[in-house]
């Protein structure tokens, strides 16, 4: 059974542009959801989407946005890219909402 | 606000040895906790989950126990090897009905040859 597949793996943008971040859960997962992961601040929650639906948002701003697709692939986007925004954003996926949570190996963005 | 901690941040023992590492939340009311392992640059492996109602989980050398009423889950690792050297990270998911984890800081184990 294939896991949660992050792509891309790395990747280095320059500040301001924006980036895209994919995540495929794992097969019969309907719940996605993402989080950054840096040294100073440790792992924080972004967003989780269930059946294409938003149901939660962390504390981030609005350049930080996702979605969820029928197949339940999910997406984020960060806009307007900053030095900050450089971080490990690692996406997990669950059968339903109170099961364990499986993670993928991340996408290492590199802002400079 | 619920807040997670890791005790120690850092811990090097040698082969062979029993280990537990400590896990503390402030607000008792959780829905379940998880522990996860991380290999440096890599995502989180999750290792054990432990329902609310729950008081301890077991999976080969590694056994989780959760304490609500005071705060704290641990995980004991049983004759420990150099390959659980990783980052050891707890979370907890509130009952609240979000379905975010809150993270531990997260304890980064060297287990020496």
């Known amino acids: 059974k294939a896991g949660v597949t992050q792509t891309p793996r790395y990747l280095i943008k320059t500040r301001g542009q924006q980036v895209t971040l994919s995540c495929s859960p794992i097969?019969?997962?309907?719940?996605v959801s993402w989080y950054q992961q840096t040294p100073g601040q440790g792992l924080q929650f972004l967003f989780e989407?269930?059946?294409?639906?938003?149901?939660n948002k962390g504390n981030f701003p609005g350049r930080f946005s996702g979605r969820q697709f029928s197949n339940s692939r999910s997406e984020m986007n960060v806009s307007t890219l900053e030095l900050g925004d450089s971080a490990l954003y690692l996406c997990?996926?669950?059968?339903?909402?109170?099961?364990?949570?499986?993670f993928g190996q991340g996408t290492r963005l590199t802002v400079v | 606000k619920q807040e997670v901690t890791q005790i120690p941040a850092a811990l090097s023992v040698p082969e062979g040895e029993n280990l537990v590492l400590n896990c503390s939340f402030t607000?008792?009311?959780?829905?379940?906790l998880q522990w996860f392992r991380q290999d440096p640059g890599k995502g989180l492996t999750s290792l054990l989950l432990?329902?609310?109602?729950?008081r301890e989980q077991t999976s080969g050398r590694l056994n989780a126990s959760l304490d609500k009423s005071s705060g704290r889950s641990t995980l004991y690792i049983a004759a420990s090897q150099p390959g659980d050297s990783a980052t050891y990270l707890c979370?907890?998911?509130?009952?609240?009905?979000?379905?975010?984890?809150?993270f531990g800081t997260g304890t980064r184990l060297k287990v020496l040859a």
């Open positions: 979370a907890v998911k509130l009952t609240s009905g979000t379905y975010k984890y809150i």
């Open positions: 989407y269930f059946s294409e639906t938003q149901r």
């Open positions: 607000d008792s009311a959780i829905y379940n």
């Open positions: 997990a996926s669950r059968p339903s909402r109170n099961t364990e949570a499986f």
């Open positions: 432990i329902q609310s109602s729950q």
């Open positions: 097969s019969g997962h309907r719940s």
